[in-house]
């Protein structure tokens, strides 16, 4: 017995030791703050460390992950949870909400040709990559991604599709994702993320877009090669939200895992998420001052 217990710690050794290194801290604000570097598993309040979560990310089918887009240390983590995530067992896919479909032949060529030692020498243009997604933050994920046996898929709408929901708004199917405390938190947070200056009759379609954003993530995830994993902004990953409650109204609800990634101070329920993982945080800046000028 005593030889079987120390073979299994000499093997959770060495998968502990095989994980990459966590990256240092870059974003300025709350370094000293308590919460920092915390993972909290929501539904129990147990502390978990990077092995303890990264065990139970590993057993779900579909793992959503949340980030604030400006925080460098989220797109860090991101690309730490992908190759640790690949060290537990084999990744079935990567889902990325900052890739449309009219990209998708443009990144399964670019794939092709790395693979093949035939890399472009301009990644960007190969991908036809948006610049609202800044390359200085979501760069060192996708050039590895790229590398990956596994395929990277896109996860968002196309700027027409989007445009077609501005004109018709399309009448979303599904209890969970359509019940009216869901449309009234994202209304709200629709609301203050344009800081309070949309006109009143443009918030339908608005909630539309983020709507059939989640649904198309939701599709994309139930196609996808398992295990998938989808990088999202952090309110299309939330389960109260976001994506969890399109897969359920599409009956594919089970088998799925939440991750936050959030600045301390954050406040998230079990309602939310499966598990949130503490950052620092980026300075705050009053863009609706400027908006208002």
């Known amino acids: 017995m005593r030889i079987i217990l120390l073979l299994v710690a000499a093997l959770l050794s060495a998968c502990q030791a095989s994980l990459p290194a966590l990256p240092a801290w870059r974003s300025p604000e709350g370094l000293q703050h308590a919460e920092l570097g915390r993972i909290v598993e929501l539904r129990t309040g147990a502390q978990l460390t990077p ?82 997604w800044p390359w200085s933050l979501y760069g060192p994920l996708v050039q590895h991604a790229l590398r990956q046996p596994h395929p990277l898929l896109a996860a968002n709408l196309e700027r027409r599709e989007i445009m077609q929901i501005y004109t018709q708004v399309p009448q979303l199917q599904g209890q969970a994702s359509t019940a009216q405390p869901v449309r009234e938190a994202l209304l709200k947070q629709i609301r203050q993320s344009h800081c309070n200056l949309l006109p009143e009759s443009q918030l339908p379609a608005m909630l539309a877009v983020q709507q059939q954003r989640d649904r198309r993530m939701a599709e994309v995830l139930i196609a996808a090669p398992a295990p998938s994993l989808l990088f999202t902004g952090a309110f299309h990953a939330r389960r109260d939200l976001g994506v969890p409650l399109h897969l359920q109204d599409l009956g594919a609800g089970k088998g799925v895992q939440v991750l936050i990634l959030a600045e301390v101070g954050s406040q998230l329920s079990a309602e939310s998420a499966d598990f949130v993982w503490y950052t620092p945080a980026q300075l705050e800046q009053d863009h609706c001052a400027q908006l208002r000028r």
């Open 51 to 132: 092995e303890q979560l990264l065990e139970r990310l590993a057993a779900a089918p579909k793992v959503l992950v949340g980030e604030r887009h400006d925080n460098p240390d989220h797109h860090a983590l991101q690309l730490w949870l992908l190759r640790a995530l690949a060290a537990q067992r084999p990744q079935g896919s990567l889902l990325l909400e900052m890739l449309t479909p009219y990209q998708q032949a443009k990144v399964d060529q670019t794939r092709a040709a790395i693979a093949a030692g035939l890399a472009p020498q301009d990644i960007l243009g190969a991908l036809n990559w948006q610049s609202g």
